[in-house]
């Protein structure tokens, strides 16, 4: 069994506690306009090209099975219409002005990766997250092999979700994750469909149902200033959950990175207005949850 997958980052520490490996996954039902990883997004592999690197020798159009490559001001973009993601113009791209975003790998290969790293998990309280794109909304049985033998070899998994899916795939999951980091980007469901291209009806659902179920929950909301930084946002996001069991609400002020790569993948970034809150204003909204008795930290 292989499932596409962006990336397995080592060394990762902002997904949890301590030193973890973070399985990135390809592909999200969410399309939120500051997402840090376009790249991740689409369901399928996909070439990136950078511009500022190529050198315009055209080794890549000559290559291209599918000739596809045409010169447009004097640059060598990848045709989207026609291109299967075969990944030859990579290979002959000296000047790696090409990348391949996107690679299949096996459950043997995943763990290998994360077994290299079982020491620092081990020093640090650290372990291993599935992130994405959307976790959930990947091949259940591919996760959930993953998912058991982490749990044979007593690694401490993070699941990192928007929350995006149906809930009877949380449950099948449920035994076999200590934490999961789950994104509230919005409480108003309009605002939400706005900024995320989804409403936030079935978000807030799973969520519900997975502190029935007692799932161990960590917030974490990314803050924007004048898009969800607002008291009446903060204030029902903290009443929302206030009866909940949150182990930690994470407020993760808003950074630009990522912005760069959509160009290399033919995406237009719709962040360019959006900033963070200054100091004081992230204080007072991690006030808000503090009055609340809600555990909160600004920052992963
Ligand atoms: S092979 Fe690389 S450097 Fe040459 S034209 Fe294509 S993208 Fe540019
Ligand atoms: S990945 Fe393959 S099909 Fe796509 S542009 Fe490169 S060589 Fe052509």
């Excluded at 990336?7 to 490996?21: F, L, M, P, V």
Aim: proline letters at 4%; aromatic letters at 8%; glycine letters at 8%.
């Amino acid at each position: 069994m292989e499932h596409l997958l962006l990336d397995i980052q080592k060394y990762s520490i902002h997904n949890g506690e301590g030193i973890r490996t973070t399985i990135f996954f390809k592909g999200c039902p969410l399309k939120c306009k500051w997402c840090h990883n376009p790249e991740s997004q689409s369901y399928r592999a996909e070439i990136m090209y950078n511009k500022e690197k190529c050198v315009s020798c055209m080794r890549c159009l000559m290559k291209c099975p599918q000739k596809g490559i045409v010169e447009k001001d004097g640059f060598y973009p990848v045709p989207r219409d026609k291109c299967d993601a075969c990944a030859t113009c990579v290979d002959f791209c000296i000047y790696g002005a090409r990348e391949k975003a996107g690679r299949l790998y096996s459950v043997d290969e995943v763990i290998k990766e994360i077994e290299k790293d079982k020491m620092f998990y081990e020093q640090s309280n650290g372990g291993v997250t599935l992130s994405g794109g959307e976790v959930m909304t990947q091949d259940i049985n591919f996760i959930l092999q993953i998912l058991k033998r982490c749990d044979r070899m007593g690694y401490n998994v993070n699941i990192d979700t928007c929350g995006y899916s149906s809930f009877e795939r949380f449950e099948k999951i449920l035994p076999y994750v200590d934490t999961f980091l789950y994104d509230i980007k919005h409480i108003d469901p309009d605002k939400h469909r706005l900024l995320t291209g989804k409403d936030n009806v079935l978000i807030l659902d799973n969520l519900k149902k997975l502190n029935d179920k007692n799932g161990k929950i960590h917030i974490r909301i990314p803050v924007i200033e004048g898009v969800n930084s607002d008291d009446e946002n903060i204030n029902g996001i903290a009443d929302f959950i206030k009866d909940m069991n949150i182990t930690m609400v994470s407020l993760l002020p808003y950074h630009a990175i990522g912005q760069g790569k959509y160009d290399r993948i033919d995406m237009e970034y719709e962040g360019t207005d959006f900033s963070a809150p200054g100091e004081e204003r992230m204080l007072e909204i991690k006030n808000i949850f503090e009055r609340k008795n809600i555990p909160v930290k600004i920052g992963g």
